[in-house]
């Protein structure tokens, strides 16, 4: 066996038995060396410093907010010169971590911080950076303090990753990352089915046993690939943003006509129009697709719908279709288009529609009202509104805001607030966590071009705290990301289905074949996508 | 003397020395002939080519699939194509173990007489190269195999004891190259396979070697690493979809990279299948008189050592040569060059290198760049051929190509629709530096410092680039509006302001030229690029009304082709034209006459002029305005 493994290695004999020996206390002395070294001054005592009177420059900034107690560790970049680091993070119960660097970048030790969180839910969270200076003094800044929430936020995060481009890609992918540490793994990739589009992936209930994903391939044709309880299955119909019935028996979805546009001298360069839309619903008993007059309007532009979670009102946006020619692009007075906030009553049992109300409308706000999403406990529906359009994401006048409809039920008045947390770029695609004291939402917060996705505290009062970017491994990974995150969906477990349990059923021949009661441009297989197709 | 001449043409010594020839020959064409660094450049045609970053970030990303090692070393030693010499180097280097491993299998299946099949992948690679397409990635995990193959021929051969550890060996090297070189692993088990099958006379060993080459990848690629069915067998491997669905030029030329692959194989197998065969035609052939004929004269040349090598050698060139004569695309080259000039605002080559093939829209519109910042464009325009959609490549056919007009674009202040082209080249060809670079630079002049960051913080991390991007990254440190900095300053300044919305990144021409004229009375480029699509387009009232912005500049004296469209105006219209206390030169008032006076000998008869006024007037706007094209003396 000896024998074999010299042959594996490949020494010869002679080399073997005289220089065997040597090469491996050479080695060990090697691995020594570098053991000593990394682990070289890795607890060093502060005992003299000095104090500076501020607090120190971290990225990203993870500074006076709320914090989930099951995040992954909050590493952080700190921004100040010197030679070594040192951060002391501690709160009220449990051991101190400590963590000393030569580099600025401080990586928390996962076991540890997760101890010190959950021991600490509810308490503030305090982190001490101390810097040495290259006058070998240490400096210490003032300390930086986060509160640990008590409640959880959802353990997965499910986000489309994809270029910032606007016509044309070539890769792009939903993954799901676990938020308690830094996996992230491809729910579908287009590498799975040769290229293509993948959008809009729903969840029913933040739950991933029902979840709906939009294909759209040049190859495969487009279609939604609805995965129910492990089986996974293709419904020959292009859906756009949809929302699942609480039941998980429909799924609403609109389908749309969307063109590209391009500015030439504004410092967004792109929007996008929807030239005409409507809503549809799918039922999962009796595989078919239906509307209502009520959702598709044809002097109407209806999209982004929401169930209330008692599943009896459809939330929906609507706006006054403004042209006439529903080819021509950009149409005439597409900067006037602004979406008002309805509801329309459903029976589950029945299949019966009731009447639209208006729950907000673009008059009263002046802004296009979009993307309502009701938080689990019914209690909050969080929105935002931009100068007008249907695509917040490309607005840097889209925000974020709240309305309680706990309070609108008690007075019969819709009342919305402008939350703080929004910055001067767009801020868009929020989700709920199942508890609803968590929201994720997209933001190109410090640029133009680049949404990342962060997460806030919402309290029982509806107050929104500070947003924490999500967290990454490498403090500095956003600093050279050049892939934009959106539609960011919280949800409780990982999606079970592979991606290439997925993709056989996209590459298959089989699917539900459904009447559609309106089509709308809808591109069939072999024919390459229009660049109107958009991605965000 | 002569003792060394035998010694080179004895089969010990003139094998390398052959080798070492061929090789040299190899690099030299690769370096000075089809220069890598246009393969790095990629001239908005390679959509292949990998993007490397320094730090475990980037390498982390290649360790989750099958075919990541080979990724990821492929794309560092690919970043060596930059420096054209470095890149030649690689590539010679890559050919030469190839070859090697070739040579070693061979001998290995006493195949001696079809030795020189080593030499068939490299003038393949060879003719890859000469077409401009990048496989490098593709040969790199061929190399993989190969290597292993050896390995495993190495093992096995030392140790001769029963087959189970034999097999076992196989396992283990098929895993680690399976998730070295992803697909490319099925090349080794079909060459163990046919050596085991058809020269140890294993079949067993030979047929679960080949069910192996359906087991593992399914096993360690669906299973283990999750990765799709189609890639777990194809990565890497020449028919891989990413190959044949994204790269127009690679699926065309995709027989090659197959023929790379398959050479080795089929080689084996004939070998294999025809040794029996041929020990049986021997057998029965031995009293034909003919084939007696033919074995002496063979017999007598494999004898003659010196006559051999100098055939061989001969041969060897010979087809080398044949092969990159008829496969050479001078066409293409230039394209690849003029872009690559272009690019690096090299405008002599690029004047240079677009001589050949000046007809192409896409030379024209280089050629008019070129003029432009030579300073020529109101002079020599002419002296190349020319077309009004030449000028912002606005063409229908060239309003997909992104990559051809950010310069051009970013050069005369459009920065949406640069940023536009640069983004969607950013998703089709990768994050490569040159576009990074300039999205960072675009950025910095809109004033979207966070976006810059971003770039600069990426283009940091690349081996070229790394310097510029931190020093910018520095600057931003210091002057985070970059206020002081004079090159964004003046890119500012020629920004267009005025929003025009359009379904595409499209340009307008006219329009938007002449805000950028409104915005800044000094942006000469768009002055001269307005001025020359009027004469273009032969709106000469434009050109007339704008001739007063020749105020705005440090004209010495009025271009000759401006006095030229001067010349028609008046003619035509016979109206004097207002010149600002401008001079008309005497040598363009005689061009002016001598243009007239051949016309007229010809009584106004435009086709039977042709000859004469293209001889002596072909780069004059005259012609043009007669003709509608210039005539550019080759």
């Known amino acids: 066996m000896r024998k074999h493994y010299r042959y594996l290695f490949g020494f010869p004999n002679v080399l073997f038995r005289v220089w065997g020996p040597f090469m491996i206390l050479v080695l060990v002395v090697l691995l020594a060396s570098v053991l000593v070294y990394t682990l070289r001054g890795n607890k060093v005592a502060i005992d003299r410093y000095t104090f500076i009177g501020r607090g120190p420059s971290i990225r990203p900034d993870y500074c006076g907010t709320v914090i989930p107690p099951n995040i992954a560790p909050l590493n952080f970049l700190v921004q100040e010169s010197g030679s070594h680091y040192c951060v002391r993070i501690y709160s009220k119960q449990g051991e101190p971590i400590e963590v000393f660097s030569r580099s600025p970048k401080i990586v928390i030790p996962e076991d540890s911080w997760h101890e010190l969180l959950n021991m600490n839910r509810g308490e503030q969270l ?41 016509d044309r890609w070539k890769k792009m992918g939903i993954y799901q990352r676990n938020l308690e540490n830094f996996n992230e793994l491809p729910v579908l990739d ?77 410092n967004y360069i792109q929007d996008i129009v929807e030239l005409d839309s409507a809503l549809l619903y799918y039922l999962l008993d009796s595989k078919t697709v239906k509307t209502s007059p009520e959702l598709s309007k044809k002097d109407r532009l209806e999209t982004y719908p929401t169930w209330s979670p008692d599943g009896r009102y459809l939330y929906f946006c609507s706006a006054p279709m403004l042209w006439s020619d529903r080819n021509k692009v950009p149409p005439q007075r597409y900067a006037e288009v602004k979406y ?69 039920e008690d007075t019969a008045q819709y009342k919305y607030h402008r939350l703080r947390i929004n910055s001067d770029q767009s801020e868009s695609w929020h989700s709920w966590s199942s508890n609803s004291r968590w929201i994720a939402f997209s933001s190109k917060k410090g640029n133009y071009v680049f949404t990342r996705t962060y997460l806030s505290y919402v309290d029982q009062a509806g107050n929104v705290y500070k947003p924490i970017v999500m967290p990454q491994k490498d403090p500095t990974f956003y600093g050279s990301c050049l892939k934009t995150y959106n539609v960011p969906e919280l949800i409780i477990q990982p999606v079970q289905a592979t991606g290439e349990k997925l993709a056989r059923v996209i590459r298959g021949s089989r699917k539900i074949a459904v009447d559609m009661p309106i089509t709308m441009a809808t591109p069939k297989a072999g024919v390459a996508p229009e660049p109107w197709q958009e991605r965000e | 003397m002569p003792n060394l001449f035998r010694k080179l043409s004895s089969q010990n010594l003139g094998r390398p020395i052959r080798s070492l020839l061929f090789f040299i020959f190899f690099y030299l064409y690769l370096w000075l002939e089809v220069d890598l660094r246009l393969i790095y450049h990629g001239g908005g045609t390679i959509t292949n080519f990998p993007v490397f970053f320094r730090g475990w970030a980037f390498l982390k990303g290649f360790t989750s699939h099958p075919g990541g090692p080979v990724e990821y070393l492929s794309a560092f030693l690919s970043q060596f194509f930059y420096i054209g010499w470095a890149g030649a180097v690689v590539v010679t280097l890559q050919a030469w173990l190839i070859c090697v491993c070739t040579d070693y299998f061979l001998k290995a299946i006493n195949a001696s ?96 070697y080949l069910l192996s080459a359906a087991v593992i990848p399914y096993v360690v690629g669906v299973l283990v690493f999750n990765v799709s069915i189609i890639d777990a067998f194809s990565n890497l491997l020449p028919f891989s979809w990413k190959t ?89 080259k230039t394209l690849f060059a003029v872009d690559y000039y272009a690019c690096h605002k090299m405008w002599p080559q ?149 929003d025009y919305v359009s379904p595409l990144p499209d340009v307008k021409m006219e329009y938007m030229l002449s ?94 002029a042709f000859n004469e006024l293209a001889k002596n007037y072909g780069n004059s706007y005259f012609f043009y305005y007669v003709y509608g094209e210039s005539w550019m003396q080759k």
């Open chain 2, 515 to 608: 805000d950028l004229l409104e915005k800044n009375r000094q942006n000469r480029m768009a002055f001269e690029y307005l001025m020359a699509w009027y004469l273009l387009t032969r709106q000469l009232d434009k050109f007339i009304q704008n001739l007063d912005r020749l105020d705005d500049f440090d004209y010495p004296n009025i271009p000759r082709l401006y006095e030229e469209a001067i010349f028609i105006h008046m003619y035509k219209t016979k109206k004097a034209v207002e010149l600002h206390g401008r001079q008309i030169s005497p040598e363009s008032l005689q061009q002016c006459k001598g243009f007239i006076q051949i016309f007229n000998h010809y009584r106004e008869d435009k086709r039977a």
């Open chain 1, 340 to 408: 008002d906030l309805v509801r329309i009553s459903y029976d589950l049992e029945n299949d019966a529609w009731g009447k639209l109300e208006t729950v907000l409308s673009a008059e009263d706000t002046g802004l296009s009202i979009l993307l309502p999403r009701i938080s689990p406990d019914g209690r909050w529906l969080l929105f935002c509104m931009c100068n007008y359009g249907s695509w917040p994401v490309h607005h840097p006048s889209s925000d974020l805001y709240m309305m309680s409809l706990k309070a609108a």
């Open chain 1, 126 to 166: 305090y982190f001490d950076v101390f810097v040495k200076t290259r006058n070998d003094r240490w400096d210490r800044f003032s300390t930086i303090t986060n509160k640990i929430a008590c409640e959880d936020i959802d353990g997965f995060l499910v986000y489309r990753k994809i270029h910032p481009v606007h």
């Open chain 2, 350 to 498: 690029a004047l240079d290198a677009a001589r050949r093939h000046s007809d192409v829209f896409f030379i024209i519109h280089v050629v008019n760049r070129a003029l432009y910042h030579s300073g020529q464009l109101n002079f020599e325009m002419f002296s190349y051929p020319q077309h009004p959609d030449t000028l912002l490549l606005t063409a229908e056919k060239y309003k997909l190509s992104r990559w051809k007009r950010f310069d051009i674009c970013i050069d005369l202040g459009f920065m949406n629709q640069a940023e536009g082209d640069l983004t969607e080249s950013l998703d089709r060809f990768g994050e490569r530096p040159i576009i990074l670079k300039r999205l960072a630079l675009l950025n910095m002049v809109k004033a979207n410092i966070g976006a810059a960051r971003i770039y600069l913080e990426a283009l940091s991390k690349t081996l070229f680039y790394a310097d510029w991007a931190n020093d910018y990254l520095a600057r931003l440190q210091s002057d985070p509006n970059l206020a002081a900095d004079d090159q964004i300053q003046h890119m500012r300044c020629l920004m267009a302001e005025k």
């Open chain 2, 113 to 208: 007489r079809l030795r020189w099949v080593r030499f068939v992948a490299p003038i393949l690679l060879l003719i890859v190269y000469t077409k401009y397409t990048y496989r490098f990635l593709t040969t790199m995990a061929l190399l993989a195999a190969l290597l292993f193959v050896c390995l495993y021929l190495k093992m096995i051969t030392k140790n001769q004891r029963t087959g189970w550890l034999h097999l076992a060996v196989f396992l283990v090297l098929s895993v680690i190259l399976y998730y070295i070189a992803g697909g490319a692993y099925l090349l080794f088990a079909v060459l163990c396979a046919i050596y085991e099958l058809l020269f140890r006379g294993r079949p067993q060993m030979g047929l679960l």
């Open chain 2, 244 to 332: 044949l669905y994204y790269e127009e030029v690679g699926r065309r030329l995709v027989i090659l990279a197959y023929l790379v692959y398959l050479v080795l194989p089929l080689t084996a197998l004939v070998a294999g299948l025809g040794r029996v065969a041929l020990k049986r035609k021997v057998k029965e052939k031995t009293n034909n008189k003919f084939f007696r004929l033919v074995a002496g004269i063979f017999s007598w040349y494999l004898r003659h050592n010196k006559l051999k090598w100098i055939v061989t050698s001969l041969v060897l060139f010979g087809i080398a040569f044949c092969a990159l004569f008829f496969s050479r695309d001078i066409k293409k």
């Open chain 1, 190 to 266: 287009n590498g799975y089915y040769k290229g293509g589009c993948l959008n809009c992936h729903t969840f029913c209930g933040n739950h991933p046993d029902k979840m709906l994903i939009g294909i759209r391939s040049p190859i495969y044709g487009s279609s939604a690939i609805l995965a129910e309880d492990g089986v996974v299955s293709k419904v020959g119909a292009k859906f756009g943003f949809a929302s699942w019935h609480p039941s998980g028996r429909l799924v609403v979805c609109s389908i749309f006509k969307p063109r590209l546009i391009f500015h030439s001298a504004r």
